[in-house]
């Protein structure tokens, strides 16, 4: 089979094309724009594999996502503007990037005739839920300029498979952690601040929720849901790790050598939300289940950054 990965030097995206390439028969064309997170450094492993090919692009660009895209059997797009804190300084860039982007390559796809396509998406789409967990048919409730551009990209990805018959299919993933992550990113922002010395800063009382999931099993379930997902369905990816982001910050100043003395209280997050939940039994039915515990998978990358100054200190010097 011969995939496009569009947005693929990024975080999970990068991880997904070498769980594919080292798990398969499977030839990858990554299609990225390069922009602060989107890093050819996270595609040096797989760059001399003959599988492989990079195209420099804009997801918006219509005529470029042709031309790179033809000839190829599916489609998992990841190309998305991601961080919620930047999203609240400037909205532009999101709604462009994930709305126009999600229209370009679902218009595309269905021209080209392509067989299937994967739209990575976030469980914080659903909001905030106080008890319980979100399953795929809640609606959404979206709070942050990032989280509503994600939901209005869900729903025109959806929008292609129920008007036009294209074979969409979603998933909604918890908050993933891992090697390559970019640095602004808590864990990696954490992880890189404790191993220079410096304090991390701590939202408000630290009280938010989220649930933890290894990149690595998510990459599974990506991969489980484009080869066996039933075209127009959504399925949720959690991992059931749930901890407080104050109870998180401990276990990584632990594995830093760290002490409470190198936490920063500092102002909320604007509309931060205070749980994320959701249900994966659907998921679940696919045949998948996480295979990472999240102490063994936090103690595995703090190991992984402490080993890869060369890949982050850059992006720390210019962010």
């Not at 408000?204 to 075209?231: E, F, L």
Request: proline share 4%; glycine share 10%; net charge negative.
């Amino acid at each position: 089979m011969k995939l496009f990965i569009t947005g693929g030097a990024g975080f999970i995206g990068s991880n997904f094309v070498r769980h594919v390439l080292a798990g398969s028969d499977d030839q990858v064309t990554v299609f990225d724009a390069l922009t602060y997170a989107g890093n050819p450094a996270n595609l040096a492993e797989v760059e001399g594999d003959p599988r492989f090919r990079f195209v420099k692009g804009d997801v918006v660009d219509r005529q470029a996502v042709t031309d790179a895209m033809a000839g190829h059997d599916a489609v998992v797009h990841f190309a998305a503007e991601s961080h919620v804190d930047r999203s609240i300084a400037s909205s532009d860039e999101f709604v462009r990037t994930n709305c126009g982007g999600t229209n370009t390559v679902c218009a595309v796809a269905l021209g080209l005739g392509v067989d299937r396509v994967v739209h990575v998406s976030t469980d914080e789409v659903y909001g905030s839920i106080a008890d319980g967990s979100f399953t795929e048919a809640d609606p959404l409730a979206p709070a942050s300029p990032y989280s509503a551009s994600k939901a209005g990209s869900d729903l025109i990805a959806l929008s292609y498979a129920h008007t036009h018959g294209l074979p969409v299919v979603v998933t909604r993933s918890s908050n993933n952690f891992g090697p390559y992550q970019f640095p602004e990113k808590v864990i990696p922002l954490f992880v890189t601040n404790l191993l220079d010395g410096r304090r991390v800063p701590l939202y408000g009382d630290g009280g938010n929720v989220r649930d933890w999931c290894h990149v690595d099993d998510n990459c599974a379930a990506i991969d489980v849901v484009m080869r066996r997902g039933r075209p127009g369905e959504i399925y949720n990816v959690g991992a059931g790790n749930e901890v407080t982001n104050r109870e998180l910050t401990h276990r990584l100043l632990e594995l830093c050598g760290a002490d409470e003395d190198m936490i920063e209280q500092v102002a909320d997050r604007l509309g931060h939300d205070r749980r994320y939940s959701i249900d994966a039994t659907k998921m679940r039915a696919l045949g998948w289940e996480p295979r990472r515990q999240l102490d063994e998978g936090l103690a595995e990358t703090v190991a992984w950054y402490r080993a890869n100054r060369w890949w982050w200190e850059p992006l720390k010097s210019t962010s």
